[in-house]
């Protein structure tokens, strides 16, 4: 397998670009898949966005200085782009961002894409009570076990706030499941 920094340089070069570039996709498309579906929620979304995102890494890829891992650009670049939608589609609607991640949990129960129960239909519904960055990271750490010093990275933050920040969504989380 080719290591991160053969990888970028291969990006980066014409003659191997392309081929580079599915490697790429081939490495990172199902982990940024489940990563941006946690953030939109619909399949439909995450495909768009998830498109997006390689296109954006495809011509912006000479941008990437290497000061952070390759895995964290992505991810910065995936959550931008998830969150571009979801302003958009609040834009679109007339509605707040938080509203549209409402309707979008009001639609995982309808989603032929979504295998989760009841129980995973109601944590979704906590998650998304949840401020913005409060969501991302109880997302990353939750759901895809990062570790503070890469979601750090990506966030563009320090790990002392999102360690803050997964502490105060696991509180309010468990407050959302355990009321009624």
């Known amino acids: ?75 910065r670049i995936a959550t931008n782009e998830s969150i571009t939608l979801i302003n958009k589609n609040a834009k679109r609607l007339q509605i707040t961002s938080e509203e549209v991640q409402q309707l979008a949990i009001n639609n995982l129960a309808s989603d032929v894409y979504f295998e989760g129960d009841a129980i995973q239909l109601k944590l979704q519904q906590a998650i998304a009570t949840l401020p913005e960055k409060q969501q991302l990271v109880f997302n990353m750490k939750y759901f895809e076990d990062i570790k503070y010093k890469d979601m750090a990275d990506i966030l563009e933050t320090s790990e002392g706030a999102l360690k803050a920040s997964y502490h105060i969504a696991v509180k309010k989380i468990e407050t959302y499941l355990t009321k009624d």
Do not use: C, P
């Open 1 to 75: 397998m080719t290591n991160e920094t053969q990888l970028v340089e291969q990006l980066k070069s014409e003659s191997h670009k392309d081929h580079a570039f599915r490697t790429l996709i081939t490495l990172y498309k199902d982990r940024l898949y489940w990563h941006i579906r946690h953030i939109v929620k619909s399949h439909d979304d995450t495909d768009d966005v998830l498109q997006n995102t390689f296109i954006k890494v495809y011509k912006n890829i000479h941008n990437f200085k290497g000061d952070s891992k390759l895995f964290s650009w992505l991810y």
